[in-house]
């Protein structure tokens, strides 16, 4: 941990201008306390993930830098087809490599969906995907949706605060 404030990087995972999600993630970071600094990190600019370019890609350093430097992450990013938006997933394959040196590997993370939908980001792919099964097993219990108005908008947040496996 760090000694300054605690430290969240924030992954957005919609790229759009007006983003629900966005504004969600800048009312969290205004709302945060003196000891807590949440910050964005950028994922929109990232090269696709191509394991041939290992060590030949800068943007990749950096991400993975951003992350290993903040204490937990937090996901804030719409539902895509029942699943994640492909530019978190790029980010999250980038932060997850070389093999054995995860960026992510053992910070607390939650996520935050917010949709326009009755029922968007109710779905356990956030659960699956960034949870081993025994912290799965360990969470249960805290993996009911946690309902958040955002104008028109309702957003559900599967808030199981784990540590990455990834
Ligand atoms: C490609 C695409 C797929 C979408 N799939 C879903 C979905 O599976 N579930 C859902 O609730 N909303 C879905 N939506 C609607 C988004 O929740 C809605 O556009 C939302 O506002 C996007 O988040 P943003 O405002 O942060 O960009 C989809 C939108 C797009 C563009």
Same mark, same amino acid.
């Not at 978190?88 to 932060?95: E, Q, Y």
């Given at each position: ?23 969600? $993630?800048?009312?969290?970071?205004? *709302?945060?306390?003196?000891? *807590?600094?949440?910050? #964005? ?11 041939? +370019? #290992?060590?030949?890609?800068? $943007?990749?350093? #950096? ?15 719409? #539902? ?67 309902? +958040? ?14 540590? *990455?496996?990834?």
């Amino acid at each position: 941990m760090s000694d300054g404030p605690y430290s969240v990087a924030v992954l957005i995972g919609s790229l759009r201008r007006d983003s629900l999600n966005r504004k969600m $993630a800048r009312a969290l970071e205004g *709302l945060a306390p003196s000891s *807590l600094r949440l910050a #964005e990190v950028p994922i929109g600019g990232l090269p696709l993930y191509n394991q041939d +370019l #290992e060590g030949a890609t800068p $943007a990749w350093v #950096e991400f993975r830098d951003r992350i290993r430097a903040a204490d937990a992450v937090l996901f804030v990013s719409p #539902e895509y087809n029942r699943s994640i938006p492909g530019g978190l997933k790029n980010a999250i394959d980038v932060g997850s490599r070389p093999s054995g040196q995860s960026a992510f590997k053992g910070k607390p993370a939650a996520v935050i969906s917010v949709s326009p939908g009755a029922i968007g980001g109710f779905h356990d792919h956030w659960i699956t995907l960034f949870t081993t099964p025994a912290s799965r097993r360990s969470h249960s219990g805290n993996r009911s949706p946690i309902w +958040l108005g955002a104008a028109h908008s309702v957003g559900h947040a599967p808030m199981s605060i784990c540590p *990455l496996s990834m």
